[in-house]
């Protein structure tokens, strides 16, 4: 999509530090992380919110879920546990419209969240 910011890091018109990355995901550091470790996982496709998971692009969902979980045992949280975010739309939070997993660990989260 024309001028949204995790097509460009897709794309590597735009720098980051990919930790994971096949045909359909990639996984990489957050630029302003909120703990210890803060990763982004999402699809390569253009999929802009929760809102718009249908039958036709869910099965990258899982898959994302099962990147987490690998990527989540390989970053040695999977012991002491982590936390899956995802903002959906203004309420939400969400400041880039490419839907996005974080990946939170290394220290203890508090709840519920602001
Ligand atoms: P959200 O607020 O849920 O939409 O999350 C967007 C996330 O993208 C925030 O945590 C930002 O710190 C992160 N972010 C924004 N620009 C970049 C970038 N160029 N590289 C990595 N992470 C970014
Ligand atoms: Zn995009």
């Known amino acids: ?7 460009k890091i897709i794309d590597k018109e735009i720098p980051s530090e990919i930790l994971y990355e096949d045909d359909s995901v990639i996984a990489f550091k957050d630029v302003n992380p909120q703990a210890p470790i803060h990763i982004l996982v999402i ?5 802009e919110s929760a809102r718009d998971i249908d039958k036709d692009n869910c099965h990258v969902i899982g898959h994302i879920f ?9 970053l040695g949280l999977d012991e002491d546990g982590y936390r899956v975010v995802n903002n ?7 400041t880039v419209s490419h839907i996005h997993f974080h990946i939170l660990g290394g220290r203890q989260l508090s709840w519920p969240p602001g």
Do not use: T
């Not at 699809?43 to 999929?47: L, Q, S």
């Not at 099962?66 to 390989?74: G, S, W």
């Not at 959906?88 to 969400?94: D, I």
């Open 43 to 47: 699809p390569k496709e253009h999929i």
């Open 1 to 7: 999509m024309g001028d949204c910011l995790f097509c």
């Open 66 to 74: 099962a990147v987490i979980r690998d990527l989540a045992k390989e």
């Open 88 to 94: 959906c739309g203004k309420h939400g939070g969400q």
